[in-house]
């Protein structure tokens, strides 16, 4: 859980604007060829199985990946690599002419193999893998023809990708003047790095790193959330760039910047069915967002639904900007049940935010049958402090309060209504007839009721302003309570 919150179906109007945003993106380029067929029977020949090819496909892979997913987003821009004077070249000069949006600046070295990885696949199983490819520096010329072709004079591309498959492309000199020529033009640079040396990458604005290359970046232990965000604070001071998204695969990703707190991303995905080219969407949607205006923690968040969609299809795939607003959707559902927490994990997250200098308020009650009053004594409440925990009657509670016909929802039902609402942060249970126990663990610095209560009557008052916290009454809206909705029901 993250110190800040967001309602992800909100990032759903900022998926929008992907749509016409404009990308540079310079790298290592590679055709993925997937060779498909059936095995039945093992080789006499030696101990292997018998590929009977039934169908071959190929796909941009590498940087090529990143350019395809801009454009299945959307997206537009210019794409700037090397390839070979060979047939793996021309099938990624034709694949790049198939990109709507994408205009490519290929430069052909005739010395020099286009990367081509092929995979044999039987039964949905991959069976093994072939690789052709050349790992030496780019030569003079054709290092000059990749600089000529790093042009953001026009200002049509609003933010820069380095992808880096360590194929050459991405010299010390590309990448400096790659940086220099961004930064001169006002726009940020997205890097998904490659190697040990970030030093490389000084001055870019966020680096992707997954959680093995961090390990080796760093030489740091990268197990649980504080290790990574060290780990990625080491990256932030040494190697000079702004901020770090880590990601972490079935833990999800962590952002951390120089300007603002850690901020842990769940993985999302439903089924994981094959994890080839995620990094490269995740940079794709990062450069997107960040085009289209979006502030780093939402980019965050908007690559983080992206990887999750396009980890559930086979191959190097792409996500569409329809599959990422619907994947926001039910992402919004899947944090609802993640903001209901037992008290030890409450107990921890308050103390968490307390240590980074946030207010937390609490406010409590049975909230069944959810209505306006409701709304607005939490936007309220939401309004008089950084982040919001809602105690909540349990079943048993409500019934002893409010008699053997309530609650009318259950309390997973209410609490996942109310953690459908942006402006509560936290859901806890608690099974007595007052919240005075669970005020005194969480230690509020806010306490917050409706003004129908004096605070002298607010439960809990006295211990929060004994340790120097307030009591807030927020203002009713009237007409409006649970008992008189219920008594409508009935007559009608």
């Known amino acids: 859980m993250s ?43 030696a101990p292997i199985p018998v590929l009977r090819v039934t169908r071959e496909s190929a796909m941009l892979g590498g940087a090529g990946n990143v350019a395809a997913n801009i454009a299945a987003l959307g997206g537009a821009g210019r794409f700037v690599s090397v390839v070979g004077g060979d047939g793996a070249g021309n ?12 205009s490519a600046g290929l430069v052909t070295d005739l010395g020099r193999k286009t990367t081509l990885k092929t995979r044999f696949v039987g039964a949905g199983q991959q069976l093994v893998r072939a690789d052709v490819e050349d790992l030496h520096p780019l030569g003079p ?27 050459g492309v991405l010299s010390p000199a590309v990448i400096g003047a790659a940086i220099e020529r961004a930064h001169a033009a006002g726009v940020q640079v997205v890097v998904d790095p490659k190697g040990r040396d970030y030093a490389r990458y000084r001055d870019a604005d966020l680096i992707t790193p997954n ?22 604070e080491k990256l932030i001071a040494e190697c000079g760039v702004r901020a770090v998204l880590a990601t972490r695969s079935a833990e999800g990703m962590t952002l951390v910047s120089r300007d603002a707190g850690p901020l842990h991303l769940k993985a999302r995905a439903r089924e994981v069915f094959d994890v080839s080219g995620a990094g490269d969407t995740v940079v794709a949607t990062l450069a997107l967002a960040l085009a289209a205006g979006a502030d ?3 980019a965050a968040r908007l690559a983080n639904a992206a990887a999750g969609v396009v980890v559930g299809k086979a ?24 903001k209901l927490v037992d008290w030890e994990q409450a107990r921890r997250l308050t103390a968490s935010w307390r240590d980074q200098g946030l207010e937390v308020g609490f406010t409590n009650g049975c909230f069944d049958l959810l209505h306006p009053g409701h709304i607005s004594l939490l936007t309220q409440a939401r309004a008089a402090c ?5 105690g909540l009657n349990s079943d048993a509670s409500v019934k002893r309060l409010k008699g053997e016909t309530r609650p009318v929802q259950s309390e997973a039902a209410r609490a996942a209504v109310l953690g459908a ?32 209560y004096t605070v002298e009557t607010v439960v809990g008052a006295d211990v929060v302003m004994g340790y120097g916290g307030r009591v807030a009454l927020a203002a009713l809206v009237d007409g409006h309570s649970t008992t008189n909705t219920i008594k409508r029901i009935n007559r009608d």
């Not at 000059?144 to 049509?156: C, P």
């Not at 093995?212 to 990625?232: N, P, S, W």
């Open 91 to 102: 099938e990624v000069v034709g694949l790049l002419d198939k990109l709507d949006g994408i």
């Open 141 to 167: 010329d054709a290092e000059r023809a990749v600089l000529n072709a790093i042009d953001l004079s026009d200002g049509s591309r609003t933010c820069v990708v380095l992808s880096d498959y360590g194929k």
């Open 211 to 232: 959680k093995k290359e961090l390990a080796q970046a760093t030489g740091m232990a990268v197990d649980g959330d504080a290790a990574v965000v060290a780990a990625c």
């Open 296 to 298: 780093m923690d939402d």
């Open 3 to 45: 110190a800040s919150s967001t309602n992800l179906s909100s990032l759903a109007a900022v998926a929008q604007n992907l749509q016409g945003a404009a990308v540079l993106c310079v790298g290592d380029v590679m055709l993925d060829r997937y060779v498909h067929g059936d095995v039945d029977r093992i080789s006499p020949e």
């Open 421 to 452: 609402l942006s402006a509560v942060d936290l859901v806890v249970l608690f099974s007595e007839d007052t919240p005075l126990e669970l005020i005194e663990t969480l230690r509020p610095a806010v306490l917050v009721k409706g003004a129908d």
């Open 315 to 338: 191959g190097t795939a792409t996500v569409s900007t329809t599959e990422l607003i619907s994947a926001l959707h039910h992402q919004d559902l899947d944090l609802a049940e993640d």
């Open 386 to 390: 950084d982040l919001l925990v809602v």
